[in-house]
């Protein structure tokens, strides 16, 4: 089969690979589409996972089902799916409480084993979802990131008329943006340097779009009634836009950690303030079990404004100009390789 494989920080290699046999318990899909995640950017600048190189990269993806393993009796061949990429044990502590990130066992799909630039993937057979007939491949694709907001609202305690504020109006952010609103949240504020994806933001669901870093302390108190937001989302990653999301929760407010930053980066919390205040803070970054069900559904009904993140596509032959070319293209959320 053919895959792209990242062999070394900002290069891959097409190659012709050996297509994976699927085990007794595993599914071999044929992918479709699969969408550039942020992940995917921080692997391809060496930023994340470069110890792991060579590997074939890409986890939002959506595919037909070509073969199954001799103990796999609930899907078949030719069905649409998309898939779970998170592979625990399945047994231990973490994997019972849908919490497989911390599994001792634990390997992500295209991020710690071969994934989805390729022609064919292999998953284990229980992260195989079948996809409701009729959904556009190009929405399919776009479970796992849709998995990873549907996650962090959870995780986050977020719930109607919250006022919240996200970081960064990248396209997560965006995601973030209207998940927030699919829940009730209000006001929701989103800040970003980009008055291009602010605007996006805005037309993607968020009240107030705050490009000015100046001028955001002051939006965010005058929208709270001077209380500061019960939630901020970081979703960028930067040290210092964690130490601002600290600066704008009011009294016994929340902080989400979202956005990936390198292995040494900190933050200092506020540790009496945040003891006296009653002030929290939570770290989610992917999406698992009924994370992806969840948004799957929300996808397949159109609850999710996705304009934006369906527009750009490459072919496999092209990955290396799709990845070089992504700064220069902010209006496009996401783009896709298409590989059938």
Known sequence: MQAAVLTAPHRFDLREVP??????DEVLIRVTRTGIC???????????????LPIIPGHEFCGTVAETGADVRHLAEGQVVVADINVGCGTCYWC???????????????????GAFAEYVVVPARLVIPAPEGVAPEILALTEPVSCVVRAARKAGAGFAQSVVVLGAGPVGNLHVQMMRLIGAAPVIVADLSPERCEMALAAGADIAVSDPAELHERVRAATGGRGADLVIESVGSPRLYATAFELIRKGGHVAF????????????????????????????????????????LLAHGRFRTEAFVGASYPLADIQTAFETLAERPADLKTQIVLA
Do not use: W
């Open 19 to 24: 297509r994976p046999v699927p085990g007794r």
């Open 38 to 52: 942020g992940t995917d950017v921080h692997m391809f600048h060496g930023h994340y996972a470069a110890d792991r």
């Open 96 to 114: 019972r409480r849908n919490e497989v990130l911390n599994c001792p066992d634990m390997a992500q799909i295209g991020i710690t084993r071969d």
């Open 258 to 297: 979202f956005g990936l930053s390198g292995p040494e980066a900190t933050v200092d919390v506020p540790i009496l303030r945040t003891i006296l205040e009653e002030n929290s803070l939570k770290g989610s970054v992917a999406g698992m079990g009924e994370d992806m069900h969840d948004a799957l559904t």
